[in-house]
């Protein structure tokens, strides 16, 4: 990782400083990706059935997991792990069920009454990644949410061969509709149906390039009705550190992003030089002893170090720069909580590791990245439902909003608007 002092760079330079990699290639990609979404559009089930032996090199017999094939997946889950997601349901749950919404009814006035609902999304489909490691946790942060919330067709779909461990989760999460599909097809498939999988109203889940390019391009797509989540890029970490931070610390917690792909992105800021020259030295011993290696060594050469007067610049250069997850190990991590504004997960302390976030401190741990999280909250129980308002007013309501209506409505010279009120105040009580 390179050390740069923060304040020695140009305006330019400290911009190139906080630059991440290209989110999606424009060209070649997103034509590949549209050509995959346009196929599936067309030819449902049998285009799925082709891609998939296209890029998963895996033709399952069916799309949809039969109870028996679940059951079996289920069977061959090690009593450990399933002990261990047990816990980290627990807490999933427990914190997001205190995220409960409780309804809002008000007078504004006499006779005017508001009222603010919420109800869940009746249909979601949850992706959850392939490749090299069973995303586990990601099953636990989406399906716990969706159920919690209460809606009711709760979809998951993953690339083939979907690991036993997914599968347990799924279930155990009361998710029985699972279809083995990944790739930007499979968002596809959510989002315009095909014979086997029934379209849904929100995507959710992270995934690779071209996940997040189908994802983006279903954004985009005039007149669908299919939702996404969050804009989503690499997995990415930055630390603010003092003198008195450990240095393991911080580079297991640098190596711990770092590991996840070679276009993450691991960022440190502090106020120590010395510090600085400890974790670099840590960085190296440590990552000796990642099986990840190359991995990890491929994100740190687009990482870095920087080095700032004071911690109050190091929190406005985190500030600028809104990383995804935000570790303060400082003396009083605490108190620069109120100065920090673009974050999608804080950990504070010394024993408050990324990790525990990713996997069963409770929190959830899908996260805007790419700086979106200035702008984006973390994913939480109000993403699986939608708000809307209730207005009910009496006749006496009615006469005492009803002039600042009229006044209103034809200043903007919209007079049905203002006849709406008028006849309703010029008539007797209605009938019903």
Not at 166 to 181: L, S
Not at 186 to 209: C, M, Q, W
Not at 285 to 314: D, V, Y
Request: hydrophobic share 45%; charged share 20%.
């Amino acid at each position: 990782m390179k050390i740069l002092n923060w304040n020695q760079l140009s305006t330019e330079a400290q911009a190139e400083a906080l630059s991440r990699s290209p989110l999606v290639d424009e060209g070649e990609l997103g034509k590949q990706v549209a050509d995959i979404m346009a196929r599936v559009r067309s030819g449902g089930d049998a285009a799925l059935a082709a891609l998939s032996k296209q890029f998963d090199k895996c033709q399952p017999e069916s799309l949809r997991l039969t109870p028996s094939e679940i059951d079996a997946a289920c069977a061959r889950v090690s009593p450990s792990l399933k002990s261990a997601i047990a816990l980290a349901m627990a807490n999933i749950e427990a914190f997001h069920s205190a995220q409960q919404f409780e309804p809002l009814c008000i007078n504004t006035m006499a006779g005017v009454r508001c009222e603010l609902r919420s109800e869940a999304l009746d249909s979601v489909g949850l992706y959850i990644p392939g490749g090299s490691a069973p995303l586990i946790s990601t099953v636990l942060m989406l399906a716990l949410p969706a159920r919690i919330a209460g809606c009711r067709r709760r979809v998951l779909v993953s690339p083939p061969p979907i690991d036993d461990a997914i599968i347990y989760a799924a279930r155990e999460c009361g998710i029985d509709e699972i279809y083995q599909c990944g790739g930007a097809q499979a968002i596809a498939a959510l989002a315009f149906g095909t014979e086997s999988i029934a379209a849904v109203d929100k995507i959710f889940g992270p995934g690779n390039r071209y996940v997040t390019e189908a994802k983006r391009q279903l954004a985009q797509t005039p007149g669908l009705k299919t939702a996404i989540d969050m804009p989503a890029g690499p997995s990415e970490v930055l630390v603010i550190a003092d003198a008195g931070a450990n240095p393991a610390f911080v580079a297991a917690d640098l190596l711990s992003q770092a590991e996840h792909g070679p276009d993450s992105q691991a960022m440190l800021v502090t106020d120590s030089d010395t510090l600085a020259g400890q974790v670099v030295a840590e960085l190296a011993k440590q990552l000796e002893q990642l099986p990840r290696k190359a991995i990890a060594q491929e994100a740190l050469a687009n990482s870095r170090i920087l080095l700032t007067q004071s911690l109050a610049q190091a929190v406005a250069v985190s500030n600028s720069y809104g990383p995804e997850h935000l570790i303060v190990q400082t003396h009083a991590p605490r108190d620069l909580l109120p100065a920090i504004r673009s974050a999608g997960s804080v950990f504070l302390g010394a024993y408050t590791p990324e990790s525990v976030g990713d996997y069963a401190s409770g929190t959830n741990h899908v996260l805007p990245t790419y700086g979106y999280s200035r702008t984006v909250s973390s994913l939480s129980l109000a993403d699986f439902s939608r708000r809307f308002t209730v207005q009910e007013l009496s006749r006496e309501g009615l006469a005492n909003l009803g002039q600042a209506v009229i006044t209103l409505a034809n200043a903007e010279a919209l007079n049905g608007h203002a006849n709406a009120v008028a006849i309703r105040l010029q008539t007797g009580e209605s009938p019903v």
